[in-house]
């Protein structure tokens, strides 16, 4: 399996619609995970942590199942502004090196 | 609020040339690591560079390679002899160690031909 998979679309959805991203992962990116989003030929940026318990900003909610390996980002009443790739990202080791999925496009649409 | 900063935004080489990337991290940053990505391809990390030495890196990062930080304050990354396949998006990314999260330089287009 590779280490962080995920479905690369593209999504395209209605301005207002929810949208999920899932990604999967092999033992060794397994310590912590992250959602980050990358606009064109820009930087990554950090959206959010995912923790095992779940967790939301506004949005956006996050979940880890580590008995699955299976990471998920639920975005809700989608904005046109959400438009980018959405990049699952495990972190790994002691040095903290980033492993990276290849990321799922999202197109939000008027 | 501080941001990691990265110089030039764009650089063309010609194949068998060296060249160097600069970063700027952020100052209470103590893990500094370099990613790259090419073209539609995902992101891939290079090395990490901790308490003035390498700590880890791929097996990208070969030979003709290497990173310092010279000054405590920038964070370069050096290649020797240029390929084609060195064209990427270069990423200098930096963190406290505290947690994973890491934060991104704006990147270094690296054209090769």
């Known amino acids: 399996r590779k280490e962080v998979e995920q479905d690369p679309g593209p999504f395209n959805v209605p301005e207002g619609a929810t949208v999920a991203f899932n990604c999967t992962y092999s033992?060794?990116?397994?310590?912590?995970f992250f959602w980050y989003r990358q606009d064109c030929r820009k930087e990554p940026k950090l959206l959010m942590s995912?923790?095992?318990?779940?967790n939301e900003d506004g949005r956006f909610t996050a979940q880890l199942n580590r008995a699955s390996q299976y990471i998920s980002l639920l975005i809700r009443d989608s904005k046109l502004s959400d438009s980018a790739t959405y990049l699952c990202v495990g972190g790994a080791g002691n040095n903290r090196k980033l492993i990276w999925g290849l990321g799922t496009s999202l197109a939000v649409n008027p | 609020e501080p941001e990691v900063t990265q110089t030039p935004s764009h650089q063309v080489t010609q194949m068998g040339q060296e060249v160097i990337l600069r970063c700027v991290p952020i100052s209470n940053h103590l893990y500094f690591y370099w990613y790259r990505q090419i073209l539609g391809q995902k992101v891939e990390f290079l090395v990490s560079?901790?308490?003035?030495?390498?700590?880890?890196k791929s097996e990208i990062f070969d030979d003709q390679f290497s990173v310092e930080r010279p000054d405590g304050s920038n964070f370069t990354l050096k290649i020797r002899s240029t390929k084609l396949e060195d064209s990427a998006m270069y990423f200098c990314?930096?963190?406290?160690?505290?947690?994973?999260?890491?934060?991104f330089g704006p990147g270094t287009r690296l054209t090769v031909t």
């Open positions: 990314a930096g963190g406290t160690g505290e947690t994973y999260e890491q934060y």
């Open positions: 033992n060794s990116a397994s310590q912590s």
């Open positions: 560079f901790y308490n003035n030495e390498i700590s880890e």
């Open positions: 995912v923790y095992s318990s779940g």
